[in-house]
């Protein structure tokens, strides 16, 4: 095992941790700007433009995180409280934005736990955890459904959310998507983006994960909805000024293969971009791997109560997969 320092750099926490690339860089100090709260700025129209293309949606806004985006879609859905929005218990807008929804929507989050042991929600487990709106005065009913795709990394089953959908259709209750890694998820499974937004009202893009841009993410929908959005948006203090410049999957598999043959454990389906592994088990001690791995210019963490996350994206290549892999087998116990 090589004992000095990298040259490089990589970061296997998260896909946020891309950054641009020198095109990306060149494309940005070249881009035509404007005004965009008055529409004015022509790439960041491009951009809404391309991207509801790209998902079939009559239009998109432009905001600066996929929070904002989730939490102007839950806003925007949302008019007359009190209401509910129902999830998935771990959901990224139940756990992971500082109470967004009572705070801006006055809207209470249902958390659903997927039965037996599953990954993604069923319709099954949204019937269950539904509050229909029947006149009892004890209850906030039901007045959106949110879905999340990818899932911790997994992709969620087309026909699931299309069940989904139809539930929420003879309920007259719309859907949003967190989509923030539906990019992964279009890879993996080969559906198309815009398949993926049809069953749904709403949809949120990131553009500061895996596709490497410094800041982003894109919410679509119709033109009512987009057109109601920009106002929250601007409520919200989104409003962009001269944001041009800002508008400007076999690596997982093999790193994870050879990690389990070193005792890691998948806690979950390695689908696309993220592995979480249980250490408990491994031929390798995870905190000693993270410490050797931090002197090679890689960094690692362990996370989740002891288990690890690792997240691939555009800027690990093969020659990091190697150095992990190498560094493991290195620490192995015999």
């Known amino acids: 095992m090589a004992t000095t320092n990298s040259a490089r750099n990589w970061d296997l926490r998260s896909d ?48 600066v995180s996929s929070t904002m985006s989730n939490q102007l879609a839950i806003r925007t859905h949302l008019r007359n409280p009190p209401e509910t929005v129902l999830c998935h218990s771990h959901a990224h807008i139940y756990k992971y934005e500082a109470g967004g929804a009572s705070f801006h929507s006055q809207a209470m989050v249902v958390p659903v736990t997927p039965a037996n042991g599953a990954i993604n929600l069923t319709v099954d487990d949204v019937e269950r955890g539904f509050i229909e709106d ?74 500061s994960k895996g596709m490497g841009c410094p800041v982003g993410a894109i919410l679509a929908g119709s033109e009512e909805f987009i057109r109601k959005a920009r106002h929250f948006r601007k409520l919200f203090g989104g409003g962009w000024r001269q944001a041009g410049i800002l508008a400007a999957a076999g690596l997982p598999r093999r790193l994870a293969d050879g990690l389990f043959e070193l005792g890691f454990k998948p806690l979950l389906p390695v689908e696309t971009n993220m592995i979480l592994l249980d250490p408990s088990d491994a031929r390798v001690d995870s905190d000693e791997l993270s410490r050797e ?27 990091c997969i190697d150095l992990v892999l190498s560094v493991a087998r290195g620490l192995e116990k015999k």
Not at 152 to 162: A, E, F, L, N, Q
Request: hydrophobic share 40%; charged share 25%.
């Open 293 to 319: 791995l931090a002197k090679q210019g890689v960094t690692l963490d362990t996370v989740y109560k002891g288990s690890i996350r690792i997240v691939t994206h555009n800027q690990i290549d093969d020659e």
């Open 134 to 207: 029947d006149g009892d005065f004890h209850c906030a009913p039901t007045r959106l459904i949110l879905l999340e795709n990818t899932f911790t990394g997994t992709v969620m089953p087309i026909d699931d959310i299309r069940a989904i959908r139809r539930f929420a259709n003879e309920n007259s209750v719309p859907v949003h998507m967190d989509g923030s890694r539906l990019w992964n998820a279009s890879i993996a499974s080969g559906i198309s983006l815009a398949e993926y937004a049809k069953e749904v009202d709403s949809v949120n893009l990131c553009l």
């Open 16 to 63: 946020t941790a891309t950054k641009p690339s020198p095109e990306m860089f060149q494309y940005m100090a070249q881009a035509e700007v404007g005004n965009d709260v008055f529409g004015e700025d022509p790439t960041v129209n491009e951009l809404e433009r391309r991207v509801a293309e790209l998902l079939g949606k009559p239009a998109a806004v432009f905001v």
